[in-house]
């Protein structure tokens, strides 16, 4: 069965710079999900997007932004980026908002600024 | 807000039971339960919706009290590859239907020994 689909599977980035976090959600869910976590921490929600447009925001800087396109595949916008955004980033898709049904998360970004 | 588990850490010989709580102080539609290899993506296991039953994922199995909102899991005859940490995530309750995104606990790390 596919998979989310997610790239890089790791990235080293110097601070200041930019970085871009592809996800390929499961064919047929309809919104899709990033997620932040450091070492040894729960996942944070950064933002979600349902039917391609933006459903929901947390603790995403200002310096990240997201969209969905067409296709339904998200990218994940990192600019000026900070030591501290050093972490696993998850991409997830659900059908229907996952209330009943469970998220598919991706195998990760790994991201590390230098 | 952010549902607590407990404990934060059990550490188990292999064919013993154990018992990981998670609870919330706002009104639940549904509870996720993940677990979560190191440095690999969380793995869907099992969900609990307000009103449903008790649901089992081969010797694991969870239930859901609406009126504490309370979801416990629970793992028995543990095996070798239960080791992980294990996320308990909520959905809230609007009207009846799911709304926003999964907020995790802080995870409870599993280990089980030979």
């Known amino acids: 069965a596919a998979g989310v689909i997610q790239s890089p599977r790791h990235l080293i980035k110097e601070k200041r710079e930019t970085a871009t976090l592809k996800c390929y959600p499961i064919?047929?869910?309809?919104?899709v999900y990033w997620y932040q976590q450091g070492p040894g921490q729960d996942p944070q929600f950064l933002i979600s997007?349902?039917?391609?447009?933006?459903?929901d925001k947390g603790s995403i800087p200002d310096r990240f932004s997201a969209q969905q396109f067409s296709d339904y595949h998200s990218e994940l916008n990192m600019s000026s980026l900070e030591l501290g955004d050093s972490a696993l980033y998850f991409c997830?898709?659900?059908?229907?908002?996952?209330?009943?049904?469970?998220?598919?998360f991706g195998s990760g970004t790994r991201l590390t600024v230098v | 807000q952010q549902p607590v588990q407990s404990p934060q850490a059990v550490i188990l010989r292999e064919g013993e039971d154990a018992v990981i709580n998670c609870s919330s102080s706002?009104?639940?539609?549904?509870v996720h339960w993940y677990r979560q290899k190191h440095g690999e993506a969380p793995v869907f296991l099992m969900i609990?919706?307000?009103?449903?039953e008790q649901m089992r994922h081969e010797k694991i199995s969870a239930s859901f009290n609406e009126k504490k909102q309370q979801s416990s899991l629970y793992l028995t005859a543990s095996q070798l590859s239960y080791s992980g940490t294990y996320f308990c995530?909520?959905?809230?309750?609007?009207?009846?239907?799911?709304?926003?995104?999964?907020?995790f606990g802080q995870g409870t790390i599993l280990t089980v020994h030979p």
């Open positions: 997830a898709s659900s059908f229907l908002t996952g209330g009943i049904h469970g998220y598919t």
């Open positions: 064919p047929r869910h309809d919104t």
């Open positions: 997007f349902y039917e391609k447009m933006q459903s």
């Open positions: 706002k009104a639940l539609y549904s």
């Open positions: 609990l919706l307000k009103g449903g």
């Open positions: 995530g909520t959905l809230g309750n609007a009207g009846g239907t799911s709304y926003g995104k999964l907020t």
